[in-house]
């Protein structure tokens, strides 16, 4: 299985690149959508980093009866204002992840509030990851379908 350290790791990288993705995305397009169903960009970004706060209640078993995100009623202003707010939840998340054992890591099940199903806590500490990636992918095609530049992620 993986230890905290490989997590930390992947989080900080998976995030630098998302960053480097969303610096990509000129002001004049945060509230783009590809469609009307579709979150706008800066609706994307907020939901990668307002996801930090429910993941670190996930992984430590709090109660999400009553969730509320801190962001709920937020307006949107800029990216950088995003990022700030954003940061101390980020730094919660990622010291959780950093004191957890490999025992912990190895032996302890998550259930996930949205769908029931179960996985280790390595596991779906990986799977938190992989949800950043992908959202990083869909952000790409918003930029592609901008016809905005995109940075290059592939260092």
Not at 110 to 124: C, Q, S, V
Request: no cysteine; hydrophobic share 40%; net charge negative.
């Amino acid at each position: 299985m993986v230890d905290a350290d490989f997590l930390l790791s992947n989080f900080h990288e998976i995030r630098r690149r998302s960053i480097l993705l969303w610096r990509g995305l000129p002001e004049e397009h945060y509230f783009w959508r590809p469609d009307p169903q579709a979150m706008t960009a800066m609706e994307h970004i907020r939901h990668v980093l307002a996801a930090d706060y429910g993941w670190n209640m996930i992984v430590n078993g709090a109660d999400m009866t009553n969730y509320r995100s801190p962001w709920e009623g937020r307006p949107f202003t800029d990216l950088n204002d995003e990022l700030a707010f954003a940061e101390p939840f980020r730094l919660e998340f990622l010291e959780s992840v950093k004191q957890f054992t490999p025992t912990q890591l190895s032996n302890t099940e998550i259930i996930h509030p949205g769908n029931g199903t179960k996985k280790l806590l390595g596991d779906y500490l990986l799977r938190i990851g992989y949800h950043e990636a992908v959202h990083a992918g869909q952000f790409i095609g918003y930029l592609r379908a901008m016809g905005v530049e995109r940075p290059f992620i592939w260092d």
